[in-house]
């Protein structure tokens, strides 16, 4: 990612699934990957088609934004791995502490004694 267009302003790597590469092949090089036009979108084009889904849509919360999903994935993220470093890198985040504010409200299993060290 450029680091131009993202809040720490630092450029980062991100890897990309094989099944979104897959995708990316098949459609026109030149055309805008969203809107499949070689037109360029507006700074609100996501605000706007979120809001157009939410007014259909029966399922999504009226308070749910384009954002909540950043939280939904780093829970994701954290549940599939069980990796805070490796959350903090996909997230682009500078500390942990960071990381960590996404997954607040998240279940941690109490410890058992099966989980102490041995003696």
């Known amino acids: 990612m450029d ?8 450029n980062r790597i991100v890897p990309v699934p094989q099944f979104v590469r897959d995708e990316l092949i098949v459609g026109n090089p030149h055309d805008n990957i969203f809107s499949n036009t070689p037109i360029e979108f507006n700074e609100d084009y996501f605000k706007t088609l979120w809001s157009r889904f939410k007014k259909q849509s029966k399922l ?7 954002y909540s999903f950043r939280h939904s994935g780093a829970i994701d993220i954290f549940t599939r791995t069980g990796s805070i470093t490796k959350l903090q ?6 500390s942990i502490n960071v990381s960590l504010t996404y997954l607040r409200g998240f279940e941690v299993p109490e410890l058992t004694e099966e989980d102490m060290p041995m003696i």
Not at 3 to 10: A, E, F, L
Not at 60 to 66: F, G, L, S
């Open 3 to 10: 680091g131009s267009r993202v809040k720490s302003k630092r």
């Open 60 to 66: 999504i919360d009226n308070n749910t934004t384009i």
């Open 89 to 94: 890198k996909a997230m682009g985040h500078s």
